[in-house]
């Protein structure tokens, strides 16, 4: 599972929030945490990739990628800011919300 650490760390540092739908939040961590497994690094899970493992090399799309690191913008909506109409106040969810959200229970 995707370090709770490395989610916890980047919201605060960006003053960041979560997708106020949860289970958006918990799919695209599930799916970091799957590319993490597979390919070393959290590329991001929302786009298509003609070779995964080129695009980890390159560590434009590992998150946090490029476009939210310069300009806050996550297109997984993972990280929100707080001006965002689709930003939470969470900045956290359990192991156990991520599974029920991605039928893994």
């Excluded at 913008?73 to 991605?102: G, R, Y």
Aim: glycine share 2%; charged share 25%.
């Amino acid at each position: 599972m995707l370090c709770k650490n490395f989610l916890k760390l980047t919201r605060r540092e960006l003053e960041l929030f979560f997708c106020s739908d949860l289970s958006i939040t918990a799919v695209v961590i599930e799916g970091l945490a799957r590319h993490k497994d597979d390919y070393g690094a959290p590329l991001c899970p929302c786009r298509h990739y003609d070779d995964k493992a080129a695009e980890v090399s390159s560590a434009y799309w590992n998150c946090p990628c490029v476009p939210m690191r310069e300009r806050k913008e996550c297109h997984c909506m993972l990280f929100l800011t707080k001006d965002n109409e689709f930003s939470s106040e969470q900045q956290e969810i359990s192991v156990q919300q991520i599974l029920s959200f991605t039928n893994k229970q």
